[in-house]
T-cell receptor
């Protein structure tokens, strides 16, 4: 089955700098890759996602890139701000052909923005 | 348009007791997934309900069971509670009969404490 690995587990960056979080997946049939942001004690919130027919997607300061050949995808946050401090999770969704509709989650990255 | 709602927000039980958690999906969504999130960990998939049937299950014992009602709302039941069941229980809704079938939106969660 699908397996998702996420790195690093903790990332500390200076406010205003960029942050990059990387994930790899094992199932080449996976076709949907969301990123969630979770603040302490709150629900995971979908911040950006990408499907396998696209290589890059941007939304203001956030971008996601996907390399299907290498089976990895990355979250890029530019001009980081204190409110970006949170735990970020990547996930992958296998093709539903086998009746599998669940998301497979990475272990999470704690992003710390230093003032 | 209401988002995903869950009740109760907090719950305290003792070992051996039983608990029922409730979830109402986002308007228009027909699928409910349940996750367990221990402190400092990522969400762990429990099971997913669609058309009132359990469609997929993660690596959780039979003490964890669920139900989906005709209005798509869902319950999670946990019997014979253990201390290790203490966690944030998250419900996520999605719309299986759509191109965006794997986009999941989370409720605020129920914080369960087992003493």
């Amino acid at each position: 089955g699908e397996n998702v690995e996420q790195h690093p587990s903790t990332l500390s960056v200076q406010e205003g700098d960029s942050a990059v979080i990387k994930c790899t997946y094992s199932d080449s049939a996976s076709n949907y890759f969301p990123w969630y942001k979770q603040e302490l004690g709150k629900r995971p919130q979908l911040i950006i996602d990408i499907r396998s027919n696209v290589g890059e997607k941007k939304d203001q300061r956030i971008a996601v890139t996907l390399n299907k050949t290498a089976k990895h995808f990355s979250l890029h946050i530019t001009e980081t701000q204190p409110e970006d401090s949170a735990v970020y999770f990547c996930a992958a969704s296998p093709s539903p052909g086998g009746g599998n509709y669940q998301l497979i989650w990475g272990a999470g990255t704690k992003l710390i923005i230093k003032p | 348009d209401a988002g995903v709602t869950q009740s109760p927000t907090h719950l305290i039980k003792t070992r051996g007791q039983q608990v029922t958690l409730r979830c109402s999906p986002k308007s228009g969504h027909d699928t409910v997934s349940w996750y367990q999130q221990a402190l400092g960990q990522g969400p762990q998939f429990i099971f997913q309900y669609y058309e009132e049937e359990e469609r997929q299950r993660g690596n959780f014992p039979d003490r964890f069971s669920g139900h989906q009602f005709p209005n798509y709302s869902s319950e999670l039941n946990v019997n014979a509670l253990l201390l290790g069941d203490s966690a944030l229980y998250l419900c996520a809704s999605s719309m299986r009969r759509a191109l965006s079938y794997n986009e999941q939106f989370f409720g605020p969660g129920t914080r369960l404490t087992v003493l």
